[in-house]
């Protein structure tokens, strides 16, 4: 059943604009502008989104990107930040920014790390440097980053942790998210927590209705998509949901897979970030509304078609299959370029016609137009977060 909520004027929050089922229409709103949600943010690890300028990622209609704390904090430094008056600045960007808190790196960095209920002394990848990082410090380091939207530090369990350490992960979760709420944020942020549990269904409902208990501005369902089984992502996912506040916007975290961001939105998750399109792109593979094409197969060769003709990218615009093809033949740059440009448009072009099909009643149709699309492939999925999704976009 179709129901549409009260417009209330807002400067930093969340509002429900239209609901469909569990799936809505809302808009998120920031420092930095008002986006519409469903909504999909490109990964900026370093500052920025691989191969692509700030005004590009504009001018293709994206809203928020995300970017993270623990890698700007090592490299330039927040010293350079500081000196040009925060990261939007710093990379030219006048949206929305999302920075994670450095707790993926908990996860992913686990040859280099040690960790207990302090913090984790992490040791760099890029220059061996050590930081012991504390819930105080990442919220020190995301005000000095100055992002819109900021992720309490979290410690994410593997997915084949046992149930003793899921919980012990659960509870070190709750714990530093405590320590992040009482440390604060800046004016004009907001801070989202995120729930934790592992691959456990009673841990997940524990984490989510612990977190929920709290003052947060948003809720991110972490640790998932890190190569489980794809029924087992949306179960817990859905277990997670039902347990945070309706009211407040629901973040996936690390999933970026057409497929799976439909079954996520129907269960009412608002949010996604991942590397997917961009990674995808510099692989040779265009996303479509008809699936993957692998533009490096020798089909493409002379096919004078654009990649998609209802794309309004500037490759799909301006240059054929063949030519792109050919540049990715050639190891040219501009073929990962111009891939890059045409998949983050795909998603925002995906993401809009989501949020059409929720305001239309016909979101089960486009469901079903993915799954059936994007299903040839078992490998989409799985929106290839794993280990090192933070560390390149």
């Known amino acids: 059943m179709l129901e549409k909520s009260q417009h209330r004027e807002q400067v930093l929050g969340f509002e429900i604009k239209f609901r469909n089922g569990m799936a809505r229409v809302g808009a998120i709103h920031t420092a930095h502008g008002v986006f519409d949600t469903p909504i999909f943010m490109p990964v900026g690890t370093n500052g920025n989104v691989k191969l692509m300028r700030a005004d590009q990622l504009k001018q293709i209609g994206v809203g928020i990107l995300l970017g993270n704390s623990y890698h700007l904090a090592v490299k330039p430094g927040l010293d350079v930040i500081k000196l040009h008056g925060g990261l939007h600045n710093f990379m030219g960007w006048k949206g929305g920014i999302l920075t994670d808190s450095g707790g993926f790196q908990v996860f992913s960095l686990r040859e280099l790390r040690q960790i207990n209920d302090d913090g984790v002394l992490i040791r760099s990848p890029v220059d061996g440097s050590k930081m012991f990082l504390t819930p105080e410090l990442s919220m020190e380091i995301q005000k000095v980053l100055g992002s819109d939207i900021v992720m309490v530090l979290d410690h994410c369990p593997g997915p084949k942790e046992s149930y003793e350490e899921a919980l012990r992960s659960l509870k070190r979760t709750q714990q530093w998210a405590d320590r992040c709420l009482k440390y604060g944020v800046k004016e004009g942020q907001m801070l989202f927590a995120i729930a934790q549990g592992g691959m456990y269904e009673d841990l997940r409902r524990l984490s989510a209705q612990g977190l929920s208990e709290l003052p947060f501005d948003g809720f991110?369902?972490?640790?998932?998509?890190?190569?489980?089984?794809?029924?087992?992502?949306?179960?817990?996912?859905?277990?997670?949901?039902?347990?945070?506040?309706?009211?407040?916007?629901?973040?996936?975290?690390?999933?970026?897979?057409?497929?799976?961001?439909?079954?996520?939105?129907?269960?009412?998750?608002?949010?996604?970030?991942?590397?997917?399109?961009?990674?995808?792109?510099?692989?040779?593979?265009?996303?479509?509304?008809?699936?993957?094409?692998?533009?490096?197969?020798?089909?493409?060769?002379?096919?004078?078609?654009?990649?998609?003709?209802?794309?309004?990218?500037?490759?799909?615009?301006?240059?054929?299959?063949?030519?792109?093809?050919?540049?990715?033949?050639?190891?040219?740059?501009?073929?990962?370029?111009?891939?890059?440009?045409?998949?983050?448009?795909?998603?925002?072009?995906?993401?809009?016609?989501?949020?059409?099909?929720?305001?239309?009643?016909?979101?089960?149709?486009?469901?079903?137009?993915?799954?059936?699309?994007?299903?040839?492939?078992?490998?989409?999925?799985?929106?290839?977060?794993?280990?090192?999704?933070?560390?390149?976009?």
């Open 220 to 393: 991110a369902v972490g640790g998932l998509s890190l190569g489980e089984e794809f029924e087992k992502t949306l179960y817990l996912t859905n277990v997670t949901v039902e347990s945070l506040p309706s009211e407040k916007p629901r973040y996936f975290m690390g999933g970026g897979s057409p497929e799976l961001i439909v079954h996520l939105v129907e269960i009412g998750v608002d949010m996604f970030d991942s590397v997917f399109p961009t990674r995808l792109a510099r692989h040779g593979t265009a996303l479509t509304f008809k699936g993957r094409l692998n533009i490096k197969s020798a089909k493409f060769k002379n096919d004078l078609d654009p990649i998609e003709g209802e794309c309004d990218c500037v490759a799909c615009r301006n240059y054929s299959r063949s030519y792109v093809h050919h540049l990715l033949d050639r190891g040219e740059v501009l073929g990962g370029i111009l891939l890059t440009n045409h998949n983050l448009r795909f998603m925002m072009r995906f993401m809009e016609r989501l949020r059409q099909s929720i305001f239309d009643g016909t979101f089960l149709d486009l469901k079903k137009e993915v799954v059936d699309s994007y299903a040839k492939s078992e490998s989409d999925k799985f929106c290839y977060d794993s280990a090192d999704s933070t560390l390149s976009g």
